[in-house]
């Protein structure tokens, strides 16, 4: 894969992943109710909608800054954890919904591998 085919495959990916993060921060503040409901269907406790909403809002501005590395590992890190609980509590559930938290996590996924690669070469 060439530079340019990475970079492009690097922005892409890193582009959806913002957009499923920013709608579920829209979800979180503009539907907070059915929001509610659905996280108390799997299990989760109601009280970490906001705390859980910030810190990703926290992460998608260090993916995007790409000021302090550290500091971006451990936002890919916080999402990766995340989607994959996500994911699994739809799974338990089954309801048939995880096709989001999968989706994002193969977006974590490329993006990360991809921002790798390109500091690795710098």
Excluded: H
């Excluded at 690097?10 to 957009?19: F, M, P, R």
């Excluded at 059915?34 to 906001?50: H, V």
């Amino acid at each position: 894969m060439s530079d340019k085919t990475r970079k492009i495959v690097y922005w892409i990916t890193t582009g959806l992943l913002t957009v499923i993060v920013l709608i579920y921060i829209g979800n979180s503040i503009f539907n907070y109710e059915m929001f509610s409901q659905r996280f108390a269907t799997l299990g989760y406790p109601i009280y970490i909608i906001y705390p859980l909403t910030i810190a990703k809002i926290l992460g998608l501005i260090a993916i995007w800054s790409n000021m302090v590395k550290t500091l971006k590992e451990w936002a890919y890190a916080g999402f990766f954890f995340d989607f994959i609980l996500a994911m699994m509590a739809e799974i338990r559930v089954d309801n048939g919904e995880y096709f989001s938290s999968l989706m994002a996590t193969a977006c974590l996924l490329i993006s990360y591998n991809l921002w790798k690669m390109s500091i690795q070469k710098t």
